[in-house]
């Protein structure tokens, strides 16, 4: 089946500093990777998604993530850390051989520190 | 949250009761889905709905049942509830089928199964 793993539990950065997020995925085929944030007592908003084409995907609020053939990796970025980025953010990949079923990995909750 | 509402936002109940949570949909998409949230795991699929009265078996789907009357609600019923069905459930849509499709998710139902 195909999976997601998010390494980290928890990242801390400092405010105005890069923060990445790390995802690697394990599939057949081509992968069809997510990524999702989830405020405080909030559903899941999608950010960004990665199909097909160029390997530095574009999200909103900033954030961008990068695919990454040979290492297997979706790493979520942002060139600098607002406060109100500390959130869980969850990557997730389409099960195309299950029903398309999403796959979500743990989470990782990024905390900003001013 | 796109359009998608849950109710009951927090619940708490007995073991053994029976509790029906609904999610309904304004966007008219075809395609629901059922989550559960539990630390440690991210999200895990319960059932998911391709069209009124359609539906299918997820992730984690033993001790749940679904049903779609109509397009814009989907009902998730525990018909006897335990301990361990205590989590976070989210509902979600998506218009499309296939892989590349972005399912966007509802505010999320805290139930609590004491």
């Known amino acids: 089946a195909q999976s997601v793993a998010q390494p980290e539990d928890q990242v801390n950065v400092a405010e105005g500093n890069p923060l990445t997020v790390k995802c690697t995925y394990s599939v057949s085929g081509n992968p069809y990777l997510f990524w999702y944030v989830q405020y405080p007592n909030r559903g899941l908003q999608f950010l960004l998604k990665y199909i097909t084409g160029d390997n530095l995907v574009k999200g909103s609020y900033g954030f961008e993530a990068e695919f990454n053939k040979s290492q297997t990796s979706f790493h979520l970025k942002k060139p600098s850390a607002l406060v109100s980025d500390s959130a869980l953010y969850f990557c997730?990949?389409?099960?195309?051989?299950?029903?398309?079923?999403?796959?979500f990995g743990a989470g990782t909750r990024l905390t900003v520190k001013p | 949250d796109a359009g998608i509402t849950q109710s009951p936002r927090h619940k708490v109940t007995e073991t053994g009761t029976p509790v029906t949570l609904r999610c309904h949909q304004t966007e008219n998409h075809r395609y629901m889905y059922w989550y559960r949230q539990d630390p440690g795991h991210g999200l895990r699929l319960i059932h998911y709905?391709?069209?009124?009265?359609?539906?299918d078996k997820g992730e984690v789907s033993d001790g749940y049942s679904v049903s779609r009357s109509k397009t814009e609600d989907f009902l998730l019923t525990l018909e006897s509830a335990t301990s361990s069905q205590t989590s976070v459930y989210f509902c979600?849509?998506?218009?499309?089928?296939?892989?590349?499709?972005?399912?966007?998710f509802g505010p999320g139902t805290r139930l609590t199964v004491l």
């Open positions: 979600a849509i998506s218009d499309l089928s296939g892989g590349t499709d972005t399912q966007y």
């Open positions: 997730a990949v389409r099960d195309i051989y299950n029903n398309n079923d999403m796959r």
């Open positions: 709905s391709y069209g009124v009265k359609d539906t």
